[in-house]
């Protein structure tokens, strides 16, 4: 059974860098799966922002492309995000996951919020 | 403000039964599938319907979805208090490239 286990800071300062990873035990991140990021502002829905496959390749949502950087360590079986410049806008709850195909989400970490206040 | 169109809420009594709508368009739901997720609080969404219709194991039969056109529903029969949770509906969208949801769908059991 394949698990994710999202970790990094809680708190960022404005105009810092969000830094997040994501580490998947239970299966290879080598299969041919885009690791994707999501988040979650408080009360609202889900926001894709993007994923990674195994040879590095990258899709980032238009809205967040000019920011934000996902990169993999096979080595280590995890996939990191950045976001950089960062305001309160981006305050919310971050989730790794991976999906079956398409839409379809069968695993998800359990979420780290991360908060962007000095 | 989300791609994929939800009521904000919804909500019936024990052992009723309940509808909540997804609307979209051409670009995500009207080629893509669709698949629902539901959403405890402070906890992460889990898969509820995928491919339209299709149950995940462990999914009890009450929880249904259909499909048609750029609509979709998810109906969920025999109300029970635990189903009170967010429900969000969720498609591949060309225009994004990516996946995009509905604004979720507060479920009360009154």
């Known amino acids: 059974q394949v698990q994710l286990q999202e970790s990094g800071p809680g708190l960022v300062n404005p105009s810092g860098t969000l830094s997040l990873t994501c580490t998947v035990s239970g299966g290879s991140i080598s299969t041919n799966n885009g690791w994707t990021w999501f988040r979650q502002p408080p009360g609202k829905g889900l926001e894709w922002i993007g994923e990674i496959y195994p040879s590095g390749t990258t899709n980032y949502n238009p809205s967040l492309k000019r920011r934000v950087t996902i990169s993999v360590d096979k080595s280590k079986n995890q996939f990191s995000l950045k976001l950089r410049s960062v305001t309160a806008a981006d305050t919310g709850v971050y989730y790794c996951?991976?999906?079956?195909?398409?839409?379809?989400?069968?695993?998800w970490g359990q979420g780290t919020l991360v908060t962007v206040s000095s | 403000q989300s791609v994929l169109t939800q009521p904000p809420s919804a909500s019936g009594t024990p052992g009723q039964r309940v509808t909540i709508s997804c609307s979209g368009s051409?670009?995500?739901?009207?080629?893509?599938?669709l698949n629902w997720y539901q959403q405890f609080p402070g906890t992460a969404p889990k898969l509820l319907i995928y491919?339209?219709?299709q149950r995940p194991s462990g999914v009890p039969d009450r929880f249904s979805g259909s499909k048609s056109g750029t609509s979709a529903s998810l109906a969920i029969s025999g109300l029970q208090s635990e189903d009170e949770a967010a429900y969000f509906c969720?498609?591949?969208?060309?225009?994004?490239?990516?996946?995009?949801f509905g604004g979720g769908t507060k479920l009360t059991v009154l």
């Open positions: 996951a991976r999906p079956t195909t398409g839409a379809r989400f069968d695993y």
């Open positions: 051409s670009s995500n739901i009207g080629t893509y599938t």
């Open positions: 969720a498609a591949w969208d060309d225009s994004l490239n990516g996946p995009v």
């Open positions: 491919s339209n219709d």
